[in-house]
């Protein structure tokens, strides 16, 4: 299954960490609903996202954009704003997991605590707190930040992850109110586990040492399927399924909406 279709057209929308996995799909389907797209990347792959995304017939660019550089992003943000004109739908999608899996807690270095955080949660203050500001000024915008079923889960493996997730979801619930008054839609969604390089670039292989039920598992697609397996609908998602909830918070469906988190995680945490 797809992307459900939206019209976007007249909109601009910037995504970071577009250059692959989930936020590449999100700027293609906002170029297939005929959104102008600002990809947003450190990585050089974000060039071939905003190609992609040219070739469905809509104005798109790459801007070189590291979320832990404050100078940089404003920078960025400066200058999308002069090639688009606005900023209408922001997707702060940039993160990473850690490199160095618990427990026990003492093995993980400082270090590790601190790149997640700049990344994860700062990264997202820098990023909407910057292109909040062109919304202000229009009295309209949507902004949905992307952070992780992780947030509710109390795992010795990934105490790092966890914990800059969780944060990011408090900092959206502050950003919707203090947004509010300018019209400005705040949501989040919560990935479960899908098979994008966060996993296949090493993540899989650094959970597989640390559980041995996983430890027989050859490929990232058979750890994340093995992980996903406790889910209620005991499977993974798509890149495709982040995108459809992405489109929907961004769109007037959902105008109402503002302050929740999304669960796309085939029933991975549900609760009351
Ligand atoms: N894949 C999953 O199962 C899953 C689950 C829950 C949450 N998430 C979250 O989804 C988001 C996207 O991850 P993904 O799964 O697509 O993985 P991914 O590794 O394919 O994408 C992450 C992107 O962020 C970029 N990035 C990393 N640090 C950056 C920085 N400092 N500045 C700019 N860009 C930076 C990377 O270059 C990459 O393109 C992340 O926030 C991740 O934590 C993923």
């Known amino acids: ?30 170029a297939d609903a005929g959104a102008d797209v600002a990809v947003c990347d450190f990585s050089e792959k974000g060039e071939e996202t905003a190609k992609l995304c040219a070739e469905k017939g ?35 999608n940039a993160g990473i ?34 292109f909040a500001e ?8 949507k902004i949905v930040i992307t952070a992780s079923v992780a947030a509710f889960q109390q795992s010795v493996l990934m105490p790092v992850y966890n914990c800059s997730k969780i944060a990011a979801l408090s ?4 950003l919707c109110k203090e947004l509010g008054n300018y019209n400005i839609n705040v949501n989040a969604i919560n990935p479960g586990y899908v098979n994008t390089p966060i996993y296949s670039g090493g993540g899989a292989m650094l959970v597989k040492e640390k559980v041995p039920a996983l430890q ?10 093995a992980i996903a397996s406790g889910s209620a609908l005991h499977r993974p998602q798509t890149v495709e399924d982040m995108a459809n909830g992405v489109l929907f918070l961004c769109s007037d469906t ?6 929740v988190y999304l ?10």
């Open 1 to 30: 299954m797809g992307v459900t279709k939206y019209d976007f057209k007249g909109d601009v929308a910037v995504v970071t960490g577009a250059a692959s996995g989930i936020g590449r799909c999100v700027a293609l389907a906002f």
């Open 58 to 92: 809509v104005k798109a660019k790459f801007y070189k954009m590291d979320v832990t550089d404050n100078d940089n992003v404003i920078a960025v943000r400066d200058q999308v704003v002069k090639d688009f004109g606005k900023v209408t739908c922001l997707h702060s």
């Open 97 to 130: 997991s850690q490199t160095v899996m618990g427990p026990p807690l003492d093995a993980i270095p400082d270090d590790v605590w601190e790149k997640v955080f700049a990344v994860n949660l700062f990264g997202t203050v820098k990023v909407c707190r910057a």
């Open 134 to 141: 062109p919304m202000k000024a229009a009295n309209f915008g």
């Open 171 to 174: 900092f959206m619930t502050t």
């Open 216 to 225: 027989k598992l050859e490929t990232s697609e058979q750890v994340v399927k």
């Open 254 to 259: 959902s105008k109402e909406i503002s302050g």
């Open 263 to 272: 669960n796309i995680d085939s029933g991975a945490i549900c609760r009351v």
